[in-house]
């Protein structure tokens, strides 16, 4: 599985920005796609998964003001953010999540997001 993200950039706090991610390949029906966010220093951390039901979840930090969605026929995920806030600053990590068989993660390749206060 191959994931092609897209998006991010600077926006100043208060903006919206919208990412984008992609999976090709060998794709199993059985998966959930998200995103995770890091910064320096720190672990990265989970903003927002969705399972192929549509069955979503979105960190506390983050909850009414992200919303992840998927489009299971183009096998995308997007992360819309809303009211964005400087501590939301870092590289943002979409992931394929496949349940069939040994579980495993694929990496999109990133994408920073600058929120400027």
């Known amino acids: 599985v191959q994931l092609q993200a897209s998006g991010g950039g600077l926006v100043q706090a208060g903006g919206s920005l919208r990412l984008s991610c992609e999976a090709s390949g060998s794709i199993s029906s059985n998966n959930v796609m998200g995103w995770y966010r890091q910064t320096p220093g720190k672990q990265r951390e989970l903003v927002a998964s969705i399972t192929g039901s549509g069955s979503d979840n979105h960190a506390v930090s983050v909850k009414g003001r992200f919303t992840i969605s998927r489009d299971n026929a183009k096998n995308t995920v997007d992360l819309h953010m809303n009211n964005l806030k400087p501590e939301d600053t870092a590289v943002y990590y979409c992931?394929?999540?496949?349940?069939?068989?040994?579980?495993?993660?694929?990496w999109g390749q990133g994408t920073l997001v600058t929120v400027s206060s």
């Open positions: 992931f394929f999540l496949a349940l069939a068989g040994p579980r495993r993660y694929y």
